[in-house]
């Protein structure tokens, strides 16, 4: 079983910067396909960046392109999303989660941190 552990949420205000981090167990991270979502109270979840297990190609939604960074450490098994220029919106609980090469959708899910950005 493969659990994922998220940190580094917290409150903000607007313009501010966070780094959020997942530590994931196990001893095949460097072959993970990993993502970050986010749920904002009565919104669905919506992916926010993903990372190949290589390290490239990355994605972002459209609304975070250019404020948030998507990274990896294969050494520490950890994931990292680092969250500049935040704006009120971006409030939410941010989840990371493991996607296997040979899976279609992600398997594994952390508990969620949550992120306040103040007005």
């Known amino acids: 079983q493969v659990q994922l552990v998220e940190s580094g949420g917290g409150l903000v205000q607007a313009g501010g910067s966070l780094r959020l981090s997942c530590a994931v167990s196990?001893?095949?991270?460097?072959?993970?396909?990993l993502g970050w979502f986010r749920q904002a109270p009565g919104k669905e979840r919506e992916v926010v960046a993903y990372i190949d297990w290589s390290g490239s190609p990355t994605y972002y939604a459209n609304s975070v392109k250019g404020r948030f960074t998507i990274s990896r450490d294969n050494a520490r098994n950890t994931v990292y999303l680092q969250m500049n220029s935040l704006k009120p919106e971006d409030t939410a609980v941010y989840y990371c989660?493991?996607?296997?090469?040979?899976?279609?959708?992600?398997?594994?899910w952390g508990q969620g941190t949550q992120v306040t950005v103040s007005s």
């Open positions: 989660a493991v996607k296997r090469q040979t899976s279609i959708k992600y398997d594994y």
């Open positions: 196990g001893r095949t991270f460097s072959s993970y396909n």
